[in-house]
C-alpha cells in the first residue's frame, strides 16, 4: 500500500489487529472492505515493518528524495489493457481507486500520522470515520509529503485527499458507494548533479544542497512546508468522482435474539451500474531553461528571447459500466459470475490542439471462495471491441490452494495481455519529440506461483515474464520497441529465523534475469534483511521491535532519469557501484494505540576521510543521483476511538 496507514490484515499470517477491542474504555469494532471486493479487513497494528508505514515500499529506489521519482528495482511491466496516459514515476505516492476503502466501525474512529525526517522532512496523514447510521459510514482521509530535499533542487510537495461514502439499505437490497478521490503531485527536478567534477568527495561541497545540479538554476533552500510552490519540475493531478450502485434480488431471512430480530438478506442476482468522471493534468515546466542542456539531452533549441520550456497533455474521462451478477450460492458472497458492458469517453488537450476517442469493451469474472476456505479461484478477462483500444485484451486466472495450518497454500497465477502502447507514444502527445514512429501493440505473458509454508515461517515466489514488443525510453526522449521476444525471470525466498524466543531475523531475498537480448538492466540480486529484538519486555501492553536493516542490490547499469518526460530510461554506460549495503538502526514500538518509529538511516554511508568521520559516502542510485548521508526518521502513529 502507498499510505502510512493502509496496512491491513490479508490473513496470510498472525498479525496484531484493531477488529475487536473489549474491556476497555475505547472498545471498537471495525473493518473495511475494497470497491471490488467482498472481502473483510482489519488493520494491521504490527510495528516490526517500517515500509508497510512508509510511503515507499522496501524494494523501491528513488532520487534522492522522499516524493520524488521512485521505480521498483524486481522488474513489474505494465500489463494493463485499456486507454493509459503513460505517466508512472509518480505513482507511488497516487491513492488510487483500488485502494480506497469502505469502512463499517461501531464507533467513530480516527488516525493522527506524523513523520519528521531530516532537512525538514514532513509526512502528515489523517483519517476519520464514522457510521452516521448502522447502515451508512463516510471516511476521511488526507495525507501530505513535504520535502525540501537535501541536493538542491529537489522539492517535493505532494497531496492527497480521498472521501467516501457507503450506504446500504435496510432490507439490504441496494448499496450506494461514493468516491471522491484527488492527488496534486509536485516535483522538483534537478536533472541530475552536474558531471564535470566529483562534487560527492569534495569537502567543499559536504553540505549536498550546494552541490549544482543540471536543472532549476540556483534556488534557495526552503523549509516552509505551508508553501507548495514548484520551480522547475513536474506537476501531476487527478480528481476521481465515482457512484457505484448496486440492486439485488434474493431470498430474505432474519435472525431472532432474546431481544431483537436481526433481518439478512442473501442476493442471487445483482445489477450493478458505475459512474465515474476523471480529470487529468501532466506537467513539465522549466522558467529558467539551459538552452545548452535542452539542446544536448532532448534536441530542444530554446530560440528567441524565451528560456522557457513547458509541456502538458490534460486528460478528461467518463466511464460507466453495467454489470450483472450471479451468485450460485446465496450464503456465501465470495463466490459470483460476472458479466458487463463498459464505455469510455476521453478527452485530450495536447500543445497541438486537442482530440477526443471512444472505448467500449466487455468483461467477465468468475470468483469463488470456498467456505472452507481450501480454495480460492478467480478468472476475469476483457475484450475492447471498438475504439482508440481497439483490439487490446487481457486475461488473467488465479488460483489458491489452501492445504492446512501446517502445510500453508499454493498459489498459481496466469495473465495475459495485448496492450497498445501508452500515449506519450502517441504523436499528438506533447512529450513526443522525436521524429513519427509508428509502434505495435504490446503483447506479454505473466506465470507466477507463490508456496507459503507456515511450519517454516518461509515464503516462495516466481514469476516469469515473457514480452513480446515491449516499449522503453532511450537517452532521455527517444521511444523505442523491442520487437523480438524475450523473457525475465524472478524468484523470491522471504523467511523468518527465530535465533532466541525474541531474537527474529526477517530476510527476503530476490534474484532475477533477463533471457535474450532486450535492452533492459536488472539487478540479479535484492537482498533485504531485519534482524532484532521483537516483544514486549515483560510489559502488557507493549509491543517493540529494535535492531538492523540491512538492503543490498547487486551492481548494475540502473536506469538514468528523464526530467521532461517522466519517465526513468535505458542506458548502458555508467554502472551503479555501491560497496556499502544500506544500513539502517530501528526502535519501532506499540502502546496500545499508539505507535513510533525512530530510525537512523543511511549509515552505510559513514566514512572515514582526511576531515575526519562523517556520513558522506553517498548511496548512488541512478546516474546523477544519490541519496543523503545519514538521516533520522521519527515516526508518530495515533489512533482515536471517539
Known amino acids: 500500500m502507498g499510505g502510512m496507514s493502509r496496512s491491513f490484515n490479508t490473513g496470510s499470517g498472525k498479525v496484531d489487529s484493531i477488529a475487536h477491542r473489549t474491556n476497555a474504555d475505547d472498545s471498537i469494532t471495525i473493518t473495511f472492505r475494497y470497491l471490488d471486493s467482498a472481502r473483510v479487513f482489519n488493520f494491521d497494528s504490527t510495528v516490526n515493518d517500517f515500509s508497510r508505514r512508509y510511503p515507499l515500499p522496501a524494494t523501491y529506489i528513488n532520487l534522492g528524495n522522499t516524493g520524488l521519482a521512485a521505480k521498483n528495482m524486481l522488474f513489474s511491466p505494465n500489463l494493463n489493457a485499456g486507454f493509459d496516459p503513460g505517466f508512472h514515476a509518480l505513482d507511488i505516492y497516487r491513492w488510487r481507486l483500488d485502494q480506497v476503502r469502505f469502512f463499517n466501525t461501531t464507533r467513530p474512529y480516527s488516525e493522527l500520522n506524523y513523520l519528521l525526517g531530516g532537512r525538514s522532512e514532513q509526512v502528515i496523514e489523517l483519517l476519520h470515520t464514522q457510521n452516521i447510521r448502522p447502515n451508512w459510514n463516510f471516511h476521511f482521509g488526507y495525507r501530505l509529503i513535504n520535502v525540501p530535499g537535501y541536493f538542491k533542487n529537489q522539492k517535493t510537495n505532494h497531496n492527497n485527499y480521498e472521501f467516501t461514502s457507503w450506504y446500504q439499505s435496510k432490507n439490504k437490497r441496494y448499496n450506494n458507494y461514493f468516491v471522491v478521490l484527488y492527488n496534486k503531485l509536485q516535483a522538483t527536478e534537478n536533472g541530475g548533479m552536474k558531471t564535470d567534477q566529483n562534487y560527492l568527495e569534495d569537502p567543499v561541497y559536504k553540505d549536498r544542497f550546494n552541490i549544482p545540479s543540471n536543472l532549476g538554476g540556483d534556488a534557495a533552500f526552503g523549509t516552509d512546508f505551508f508553501s507548495n510552490k514548484i520551480g522547475t519540475g513536474n506537476r501531476y493531478s487527478d480528481m476521481n468522482f465515482v457512484i457505484r450502485q448496486q440492486y439485488d434480488l434474493g431470498k430474505k431471512d432474519s435472525v431472532v435474539t432474546d431481544s431483537t430480530v436481526i433481518p439478512l438478506f442473501y442476493p442471487r442476482l445483482r445489477f450493478e451500474h458505475t459512474f465515474r468522471y476523471t480529470h487529468s493534468q501532466y506537467q513539465f515546466q522549466d522558467l529558467v531553461g539551459d538552452s545548452t542542456y535542452y539542446m544536448d539531452h532532448y534536441a530542444i533549441d530554446l530560440v528567441g528571447n524565451t528560456d522557457t520550456v513547458s509541456k502538458k497533455d490534460n486528460w478528461n474521462e467518463i466511464f460507466n459500466d453495467f454489470s450483472i451478477y450471479q451468485?450460485?450460492?446465496?450464503?456465501?458472497?465470495?463466490?459470483?459470475?460476472?458479466?458487463?458492458?463498459?464505455?469510455q469517453q476521453l478527452h485530450g488537450t495536447f500543445a497541438s490542439g486537442s482530440t477526443s476517442f471512444f472505448n467500449s469493451f466487455g468483461h467477465a469474472e468468475y470468483r469463488n471462495k470456498t467456505r472452507d476456505h481450501k480454495w480460492d479461484i478467480e478468472a476475469n478477462g476483457k475484450l475492447y471491441f471498438t475504439g482508440y483500444n481497439s483490439g487490446d485484451y487481457q486475461a488473467q486466472v488465479s488460483l489458491q490452494r489452501?492445504?492446512?495450518?501446517?502445510?500453508?497454500?499454493?498459489?498459481?497465477?496466469?495473465?495475459?495481455?495485448?496492450?497498445?502502447?501508452?500515449?506519450?507514444?502517441?504523436?499528438?502527445?506533447?512529450?513526443?519529440?522525436?521524429?513519427?514512429?509508428?509502434?505495435?501493440?504490446?503483447?506479454?505473458?505473466?506465470?507466477?506461483?507463490?508456496?507459503?509454508?507456515?511450519?517454516?515461517?518461509?515464503?516462495?515466489?516466481?514469476?516469469?515474464?515473457?514480452?513480446?514488443?515491449?516499449t522503453y525510453v532511450t537517452a532521455f526522449y527517444k521511444l523505442n520497441q523491442e520487437n523480438t521476444l524475450f523473457n525475465v525471470l524472478q524468484i523470491g525466498a522471504e523467511k523468518d529465523f527465530h535465533l532466541t524466543k525474541h531474537l527474529i531475523w526477517h530476510s527476503d531475498a530476490y534474484v532475477q534475469q533477463l533471457i535474450g537480448s532486450a535492452q533492459l538492466h536488472l539487478p540479479?540480486?535484492?537482498?533485504?534483511?531485519?534482524?532484532?529484538?521483537?516483544?514486549?519486555?515483560?510489559?502488557k501492553n507493549l509491543k517493540m521491535a529494535t535492531g538492523f536493516e540491512?538492503?543490498?542490490?547487486?551492481?548494475?547499469?540502473?536506469?538514468?532519469?528523464?526530467?521532461?518526460?517522466?519517465?526513468?530510461?535505458?542506458?548502458?554506460?555508467?554502472?551503479?557501484?555501491?560497496?556499502?549495503?544500506?544500513?539502517?538502526?530501528?526502535?519501532?514500538?506499540?502502546?496500545?494505540?499508539?505507535?513510533?518509529?525512530?530510525?537512523?538511516?543511511?549509515?552505510?554511508?559513514?566514512?572515514?576521510?582526511?576531515?575526519?568521520?562523517?556520513?558522506?559516502g553517498n548511496y548512488a542510485v541512478a546516474p546523477g543521483y544519490a541519496y543523503p548521508g545519514m538521516n533520522i526518521r521519527v515516526g508518530i502513529y495515533w489512533s482515536f476511538v471517539n
Open 327 to 343: 451468485f450460485p450460492d446465496a450464503k456465501n458472497l465470495q463466490q459470483f459470475i460476472k458479466l458487463g458492458m463498459s464505455l
Open 402 to 470: 489452501f492445504m492446512g495450518k501446517k502445510r500453508g497454500y499454493l498459489q498459481l497465477g496466469f495473465e495475459n495481455t495485448s496492450r497498445k502502447p501508452s500515449f506519450i507514444y502517441d504523436t499528438r502527445s506533447s512529450f513526443f519529440l522525436q521524429t513519427p514512429a509508428s509502434f505495435k501493440k504490446e503483447n506479454n505473458t505473466h506465470l507466477s506461483g507463490v508456496f507459503y509454508l507456515p511450519a517454516f515461517k518461509l515464503r516462495l515466489s516466481g514469476h516469469y515474464y515473457l514480452l513480446n514488443n515491449y
Open 524 to 539: 540479479f540480486l535484492y537482498w533485504r534483511n531485519r534482524i532484532g529484538y521483537e516483544g514486549d519486555l515483560g510489559f
Open 550 to 616: 540491512v538492503r543490498f542490490a547487486s551492481t548494475y547499469k540502473a536506469d538514468n532519469y528523464s526530467p521532461v518526460l517522466g519517465q526513468f530510461f535505458y542506458q548502458d554506460s555508467i554502472t551503479i557501484r555501491n560497496k556499502v549495503p544500506d544500513i539502517a538502526a530501528y526502535l519501532h514500538f506499540r502502546i496500545r494505540s499508539f505507535k513510533a518509529f525512530v530510525r537512523a538511516e543511511n549509515l552505510g554511508a559513514a566514512r572515514f576521510g582526511t576531515n575526519g568521520f562523517g556520513f558522506t
